[in-house]
């Protein structure tokens, strides 16, 4: 047993492990930050392919309603640390900020590294102690109290620990669930894990041929009577085994926990930036006018690329060469339903070794929303990812994990 007691000791050094041990260091806290693998922050190095989409520029309301009916939770973490407290802090650390759009927000350096040597700046400023290539195995408890963490080879002294070791999206950065196992010995709830995030596989295979465009604007709906709600709007790729692309991250933390279920899932997309039938069918006339020397397949390619016009009109078994008033009425009615809602069926993933974030976590019934400790055990504080919260693309997650770690630091026991 090492015979230093430590008033914290946070187990993870992503995003929300980072700032906690930050918040606690500020009010004289001595901290110990213990990392399994031999850098810090190596998820949060990768993040957003490294420029590091750290927040949004949404009100709190807002942000909240993204994360569905469990958003709420999020609530008192906010209040304490949103959007603007998180670019202020980070201003105050030496890591400026900038919206070139308006609403996502980057280091202005668009380099993750901007921000991990920062913090790093920081808790070398603070005394934090660091230890890498230390892997936690137990939390210690005694009594409904903790009393320490055990390592592979070592023990510390502690009577409070934020856990914030994230899910099990990108194992090859250190996510394995450690944090899921150490909870689930001490009576912890652990709802179903999903992979989130991550491109999706389908059972067609005619969007091989149009992976040369990225089709804007793209409108996904899952096509199952119990399920017609679920939906997500954005750019889309074809890929030669599905779909990517931000609308199919955002959309895929919907569809995989149901592909656990029905093996298929069949959905339906809207290509044409939201045109109805009706619309279409007036498009597709009034060009047919105007130029009537067009072939229907290049009249179609006012709407979208030539490659995916191409493959439209196969599935509606139309002949591309022929001009729009020589289709005959079902053909072009197949067509037009077709171009309003293309059906494709999603068959599979690549698993967590791609997930970007994981769906499912530490049920939030047991957690303290204005605190983030545990009601089962005094002391233990979660944040991040490893709890059952998981938000959109466009810097959701990664807000929610510097506001739940700022949270879990100020240790209102």
Same mark, same amino acid.
């Given at each position: 047993m090492n015979n230093d007691v430590y008033d914290l000791i946070v187990v993870?050094?992503?995003?929300?492990?980072? @700032?906690?041990?930050?918040?606690?260091?500020?009010?004289?806290? $001595?901290?110990?930050?213990?990392?399994?693998?031999?850098?810090?922050?190596? $998820?949060?190095?990768?993040?957003?392919?490294?420029?590091?989409?750290?927040?949004?520029?949404?009100?709190?309301?807002?942000?909240?309603?993204?994360?569905?009916?469990?958003?709420?939770?999020?609530?008192?973490?906010?209040?304490?640390?949103?959007?603007?407290?998180?670019?202020?802090?980070?201003?105050?650390?030496?890591?400026?900020?900038?919206?070139?759009?308006?609403?996502?927000?980057?280091?202005?350096?668009?380099?993750?590294?901007?921000? @991990?040597?920062?913090?790093?700046?920081?808790?070398?400023?603070?005394?934090?102690?660091?230890?890498?290539?230390?892997?936690?195995?137990?939390?210690?408890?005694?009594?409904?109290?903790?009393?320490?963490?055990?390592?592979?080879?070592?023990?510390?002294?502690?009577?409070?620990?934020?856990?914030?070791?994230?899910?099990?999206?990108?194992?090859?950065?250190?996510?394995?669930?450690?944090?899921?196992?150490?909870?689930?010995?001490?009576?912890?709830?652990?709802?179903?894990?999903?992979?989130?995030?991550?491109?999706?596989?389908?059972?067609?295979?005619?969007?091989?041929?149009?992976?040369?465009?990225?089709?804007?604007?793209?409108?996904?709906?899952?096509?199952? $009577?119990?399920?017609?709600?679920?939906?997500?709007?954005?750019?889309?790729?074809?890929?030669?085994?599905?779909?990517?692309?931000?609308?199919?991250?955002?959309?895929?933390?919907?569809?995989?926990?149901?592909?656990?279920?029905?093996?298929?899932?069949?959905?339906?997309?809207?290509? &044409?930036?939201?045109?109805?039938?009706?619309?279409?069918?007036?498009?597709?006339?009034?060009?047919?006018?105007?130029?009537?020397?067009?072939? @229907?397949?290049? @009249?179609?390619?006012?709407?979208?690329?030539?490659?995916?016009?191409?493959?439209?009109?196969?599935?509606?078994?139309?002949?591309?060469?022929?001009?729009?008033? $020589?289709?005959?009425?079902?053909?072009?009615?197949?067509?037009?339903?077709?171009?309003?809602?293309?059906?494709?069926?999603?068959?599979?993933?690549?698993?967590?070794?791609?997930?970007?974030?994981?769906?499912?976590?530490?049920?939030?019934?047991?957690?303290?929303?204005? &605190?983030?400790?545990?009601?089962?055990?005094?002391?233990?504080?979660?944040?991040?990812?490893?709890?059952?919260?998981?938000?959109?693309?466009?810097?959701?997650?990664?807000?929610?994990?510097?506001?739940?770690?700022?949270?879990?630091?100020?240790?209102?026991?």
């Open positions: 993870g050094s992503g995003a929300a492990g980072l @700032i906690g041990a930050v918040v606690a260091a500020r009010e004289g806290k $001595k901290v110990l930050i213990l990392e399994k693998l031999s850098k810090i922050a190596s $998820k949060l190095k990768a993040t957003g392919g490294g420029r590091c989409n750290l927040t949004n520029t949404l009100s709190n309301e807002e942000f909240m309603s993204r994360f569905g009916r469990d958003g709420r939770f999020m609530q008192d973490a906010l209040n304490a640390f949103d959007h603007k407290k998180l670019t202020e802090f980070l201003s105050g650390i030496g890591i400026e900020t900038h919206a070139p759009d308006g609403f996502r927000i980057f280091p202005t350096s668009h380099s993750s590294q901007t921000i @991990i040597d920062g913090f790093a700046n920081e808790l070398e400023r603070l005394g934090v102690d660091l230890k890498c290539e230390q892997k936690v195995e137990h939390l210690l408890t005694d009594n409904g109290y903790i009393t320490g963490v055990q390592t592979e080879n070592a023990s510390y002294k502690t009577h409070n620990v934020i856990l914030a070791t994230g899910g099990l999206g990108y194992p090859t950065l250190g996510a394995e669930g450690d944090g899921y196992n150490m909870v689930n010995t001490l009576g912890h709830t652990v709802t179903d894990l999903s992979p989130a995030m991550m491109p999706l596989k389908t059972k067609e295979r005619w969007q091989e041929n149009c992976r040369a465009d990225t089709i804007a604007k793209v409108e996904l709906r899952v096509d199952l $009577k119990k399920h017609k709600k679920l939906h997500a709007q954005g750019d889309l790729i074809f890929t030669k085994e599905g779909i990517r692309g931000p609308v199919v991250l955002d959309f895929a933390r919907e569809v995989t926990p149901l592909l656990k279920k029905y093996n298929e899932v069949p959905i339906l997309l809207n290509l &044409t930036k939201g045109k109805n039938e009706e619309q279409i069918r007036e498009h597709l006339k009034k060009v047919s006018l105007d130029t009537p020397d067009k072939t @229907i397949v290049d @009249i179609v390619h006012t709407l979208l690329p030539l490659p995916l016009s191409q493959e439209l009109c196969k599935l509606a078994e139309i002949d591309g060469t022929l001009k729009y008033n $020589k289709i005959e009425g079902q053909k072009r009615d197949h067509l037009i339903k077709l171009l309003a809602w293309t059906p494709m069926t999603v068959t599979g993933h690549d698993g967590f070794k791609m997930a970007m974030i994981t769906r499912g976590g530490i049920s939030l019934k047991e957690i303290d929303p204005k &605190t983030m400790q545990s009601k089962l055990i005094k002391g233990l504080y979660f944040c991040g990812e490893i709890m059952n919260l998981d938000g959109p693309c466009g810097g959701y997650n990664l807000q929610w994990s510097f506001a739940s770690g700022y949270l879990a630091g100020q240790l209102k026991n």
